[in-house]
Nanobody
Framework: QVQLIESGGGSVQEGDSTSLSCIGS????????MAWFRRAPGGGRDFVAS????????YYSDSSEGRFTISRDNAKNALYLRMNNLKLEDTAVYYC????????????????WGQGTQVTVSS
């Protein structure tokens, strides 16, 4: 069956860096655009970043642009998110998602979702 399993994150301090990973299985990973979304406490699911199937193009939200880097390794069926200069408002559950379409910020295009991994930023 299809699985997306996130790891990484945890509790960090403001200004710190951390990385998330997502491993996909049960589908043709390198045929899918991949993305990270997040859900803050009491909030909706927000787009963070996406990458095309080849890895040649990446897209970021305004809040993640310049601080976060999305990347993928198709040989390992892996998606990554490097997060630098973390802020309190980055506290959220982070989800990876897979789409057979172009990989936009619209969560409706994503077919598969992971269970999420918590990132908590404290001062």
């Amino acid at each position: 069956q299809v699985q997306l399993i996130e790891s990484g994150g945890g509790s960090v301090q403001e200004g710190d860096s951390t990385s998330l990973s997502c491993i996909g299985s049960g589908f043709t990973f390198d045929a899918y655009a991949m993305a990270w979304f997040r859900r803050a406490p009491g909030g909706g699911r927000d787009f963070v970043a996406s990458v095309t199937w080849s890895g040649s193009e990446t897209y970021y939200s305004d809040s993640s642009e310049g601080r976060f880097t999305i990347s993928r390794d198709n040989a390992k069926n892996a998606l990554y998110l490097r997060m630098n200069n973390l802020k309190l408002e980055d506290t959220a559950v982070y989800y990876c998602a897979a789409s057979r379409l172009s990989g936009t910020a619209w969560d409706g295009e994503y077919e598969y979702w992971g269970q999420g991994t918590q990132v908590t930023v404290s001062s």
